[in-house]
């Protein structure tokens, strides 16, 4: 089936830093990126999502690359906080449709 | 606001017992999904519809099955079940046509026994 890989599974950076999360996709018909984050005992909430016309999105703190070309794309955290602690899942859309495919998840801590 | 309701958060079953997991939606979306979240493996999807009476197999469908009999409701159902099945079930909702938001529910422990 269809893949995305998501590196890296959990990751610490102090207050202020910033972080990355990068994944792959294997679909070349995929055309919609999205990431959710999703708090301990909570739902995943979408944050930022991203579409194949284009290859940069941003959001405040946070930013989302896409390079059509290599099939990867990446989230981008700036200045973290400790509420930015979460896991975070990567997915691409899988042909012409509204299905998924998620990543394994990272395991983003923000240590205060 | 989109509001997915998963109506048992944490269930305790016993191994071959038939177990329903439903789940409601009230935006009128016409695609809903169960997926299953395990530590290392993210989101996995079981089944998903994109219409009522209507079912695909995802990735992961042995030992499930799913029934959409009207378009609010997806009820997954686990014919008899066994440990390995010990999971965080997710359902999820979506609007046809253009490839968007999917809206999740809080999510069903199920610990079978």
């Known amino acids: 089936g269809e893949n995305v890989e998501q590196h890296p599974s959990t990751l610490s950076v102090q207050e202020g830093d910033s972080a990355v999360i990068k994944c792959t996709y294997s679909?070349?018909?995929?055309?919609?990126f999205p990431w959710y984050k999703q708090e301990l005992g909570k739902r995943p909430q979408l944050i930022i999502d991203?579409?194949?016309?284009?290859g940069e999105k941003k959001d405040q703190r946070i930013a989302v690359t896409l390079n059509k070309t290599a099939k990867h794309f990446s989230l981008h955290i700036t200045e973290t906080q400790p509420e930015d602690s979460a896991v975070y899942f990567c997915a691409a859309s899988i042909g012409g449709n509204n299905d998924m495919r998620f990543g394994a998840g990272t395991r983003l801590t923000v240590k205060p | 606001d989109v509001k997915v309701t998963q109506s048992s958060r944490y269930l305790v079953k016993r191994t071959g017992e038939k177990v329903f997991l439903e789940c409601v939606q009230d935006?009128?979306?016409?695609?809903m999904f169960w997926y299953r979240q395990d530590p290392g493996l993210g989101l996995r999807l079981i089944y998903f519809?994109?219409?009522?009476?209507?079912?695909e197999k995802g990735d992961i469908p042995e030992g499930y099955s799913v029934s959409r009999e009207k378009k609010e409701r997806f009820s997954l159902i686990l014919e008899s079940a066994s440990t390995n099945q010990t999971s965080m079930y997710l359902c999820a909702s979506s609007l046809a046509g253009a490839v968007g938001t999917i809206y999740f529910g809080e999510g069903s422990w199920l610990t079978v026994v």
């Open positions: 991203i579409r194949s016309n284009v």
């Open positions: 935006m009128d979306h016409e695609n």
């Open positions: 519809s994109y219409d009522v009476k209507m079912k």
């Open positions: 679909d070349s018909a995929s055309n919609y």
